[in-house]
């Protein structure tokens, strides 16, 4: 009766531990979390983005490349707060004259507002997004192969003519 006892009691107590929730997983890509970074919070602005370029530029400005700017700029940072990796702004909006002198093509998505460069001195960024496209998806956004692209990263809102999520310029 004894040993019933004991064994009953042992089956209760693995039962018992089997029921604790388990720690999450650590990240298992090899990407540390940046921990500054939390989802919501701004890592790039709009007003980063512009670059002083809308009143520079305020012809050439709108209120579709405005509306197409906020709505990258949340994407952007949706995508990086996933990612959990910090950066800047290296090239946002672009008019006519600067696009050109970027020896941007000339019907770049930086023209019409749809389009960011965003610095990654390391390339870690670039290939966590290669890792990732389904981030890439979840916040709408496709992304220059980071090949043509070292020590930034070049993001978009609106898909490329082959509509791969990661494309060749
Ligand atoms: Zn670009």
């Excluded at 009691?9 to 940046?34: C, I, L, Y």
């Excluded at 966590?128 to 809102?157: F, I, K, Y």
Aim: charged share 20%; with cysteine; glycine share 10%.
């Amino acid at each position: 009766m004894k040993r019933l006892l004991l064994v009953a009691g042992v089956a209760v107590v693995w039962w018992w531990m089997q029921r604790q929730p388990s720690k999450p997983a650590p990240a298992s890509d090899g990407f540390e979390q940046d921990r500054r970074l939390i989802p919501g919070k701004k890592v790039i602005t709009f007003e980063q983005w512009l670059m002083g370029r809308d009143k520079q530029y305020p012809a050439e400005f709108s209120q579709v490349i405005a509306s197409n700017g906020r709505a990258l700029v949340v994407a952007v940072n949706k995508l990086l707060a996933i990612a959990g990796i910090g950066t800047r702004v290296t090239s946002g909006w672009r008019p006519a004259a600067v696009n050109a002198r970027a020896g941007g093509a000339p019907n770049s998505n930086h023209r019409t507002g749809n389009a960011v460069d965003l610095a990654d001195p390391t390339g870690k960024l670039g290939q966590w997004c290669r890792l990732h496209t389904s981030a890439l998806a979840e916040c709408g956004l496709w992304l220059e192969n980071p090949d043509h692209t070292r020590g930034w990263v070049h993001l978009q809102r609106v898909a490329p003519k082959s509509g791969s999520r990661i494309f060749n310029p």
